[in-house]
C-alpha cells in the first residue's frame, strides 16, 4: 500500500521561529489533507490541498503531486502552534476517499 | 450541527465486555468514516459509509466489530467481546460526498479496556 513519511518527527523551536514541515508519499493520490492535532486530540483542518499552494495567515502549504510531497510552513511560530501535525493523503477505494495518514511531527514551541 | 459530534467523549469497560459508539456527522455530508488512533498503529482507516451503504468492511480489525448507519445520519460502532488490544481513539469524520472531498473530523471517543 502508499506510504506517508512525514519529517523531522520532532521539532522543538522559540516563540517567533519559522518551521518547514515535510509529507512524503509513494504513490499518487487523489487529495491531500493536513491536519494539527490539538492537546485534547481534537484533528483541526489546516489545508485540502491536492496540489498547488495555499495561504491561511501564518500558515501555508505547497503540494507538488508530480514529485510526490507536500510541504507545511509555519511562520512567526505561537506556542498555541504546539501539537502533532497530520499529513493524510487520499486514496480511492470501492468509490471513496480512504485517508492513510503519516506518523506526524510533533512540534513545541516554547516561550 | 455546527460540527462532527461522538460520544461517549471516554468509555471504560471491562475485558469481555460490548461497546457501543455513536457518531453525529456535520448535517448534509453524505459520506461518513471511522478510524482509530492508538499507539501503536498511528491512525488508521476502520470503514466508510455513502448514505447508509458501507461498500468495504475489510477494514475492520476483526470480526468482533460492526458498524452501521441509519437514516443517512449517525452512525454506530460495535466492538463486541472486547479485548485490551482494542484500547484506542476512535474517530469519526464525515464529507460531503465520497470523492475528492474534505474530510471533518469529530473529538474522538477514547475506548479503555481493562
Same mark, same amino acid.
Given at each position: ?6 519529517s523531522p +518527527? %520532532? ?6 521561529a519559522?518551521? =518547514?514541515?515535510?509529507?512524503?508519499f509513494?504513490d499518487? *493520490?487523489n487529495?491531500?489533507?493536513w491536519?494539527?492535532?490539538n +492537546?485534547w ?9 491536492p496540489?498547488g499552494t495555499?495561504?491561511n495567515?501564518?500558515?501555508s502549504a505547497? !503540494? *507538488?503531486? =508530480?514529485?510526490?510531497?507536500s510541504?507545511l ?5 505561537q506556542? !498555541? %502552534?504546539?501539537?502533532?501535525y497530520?499529513?493524510?493523503v ?6 471513496a476517499?480512504?485517508? *492513510?495518514f ?5 512540534? =513545541?514551541?516554547? +516561550? | 450541527?455546527?460540527?462532527?459530534? /461522538? #460520544?461517549p #467523549?471516554?468509555?471504560?469497560?471491562e475485558?469481555g465486555?460490548d ?8 448535517s448534509?455530508?453524505?459520506a461518513?468514516?471511522?478510524? $482509530?488512533?492508538?499507539l501503536?498503529?498511528?491512525l ?7 448514505g ?9 480489525p476483526?470480526? $468482533?466489530?460492526?458498524?452501521?448507519r441509519?437514516?443517512g445520519s449517525v452512525?454506530t460502532l460495535?466492538? /463486541?467481546r472486547? /479485548?485490551?488490544?482494542? #484500547? ?6 464525515? #464529507?460531503? $460526498?465520497?470523492?475528492?472531498?474534505? /474530510? ?5 471517543? $477514547?475506548?479503555?479496556?481493562l
Amino acid at each position: 500500500g502508499i506510504q506517508v513519511e512525514q519529517s523531522p +518527527p %520532532d521539532l522543538i523551536l522559540q516563540e517567533g521561529a519559522n518551521s =518547514t514541515l515535510r509529507c512524503n508519499f509513494s504513490d499518487s *493520490v487523489n487529495n491531500l489533507q493536513w491536519f494539527h492535532q490539538n +492537546p485534547w486530540g481534537q484533528l483541526i483542518n489546516l489545508f485540502y490541498i491536492p496540489s498547488g499552494t495555499k495561504q491561511n495567515g501564518r500558515l501555508s502549504a505547497t !503540494t *507538488v503531486a =508530480t514529485e510526490r510531497y507536500s510541504l507545511l510552513y509555519i511562520s512567526s511560530s505561537q506556542t !498555541t %502552534d504546539s501539537g502533532v501535525y497530520f499529513c493524510a493523503v487520499g486514496i480511492y477505494i470501492q468509490g471513496a476517499q480512504k485517508l *492513510v495518514f503519516g506518523q506526524g511531527t510533533r512540534l =513545541t514551541i516554547n +516561550p | 450541527g455546527a460540527g462532527v459530534s /461522538q #460520544s461517549p #467523549s471516554n468509555k471504560v469497560t471491562e475485558k469481555g465486555k460490548d461497546v457501543e459508539l455513536r457518531c453525529d456527522p456535520i448535517s448534509g455530508h453524505t459520506a461518513l468514516y471511522w478510524y $482509530r488512533q492508538s499507539l501503536g498503529q498511528g491512525l488508521e482507516f476502520l470503514i466508510y459509509f455513502q448514505g447508509n451503504s458501507a461498500p468495504d468492511k475489510s477494514g475492520l480489525p476483526s470480526d $468482533r466489530f460492526s458498524a452501521e448507519r441509519t437514516g443517512g445520519s449517525v452512525s454506530t460502532l460495535t466492538i /463486541q467481546r472486547t /479485548q485490551q488490544e482494542d #484500547s484506542a481513539v476512535y474517530l469519526c469524520a464525515s #464529507s460531503f $460526498r465520497t470523492d475528492y472531498n474534505e /474530510q471533518f473530523f469529530g473529538p474522538g471517543t $477514547r475506548l479503555t479496556v481493562l
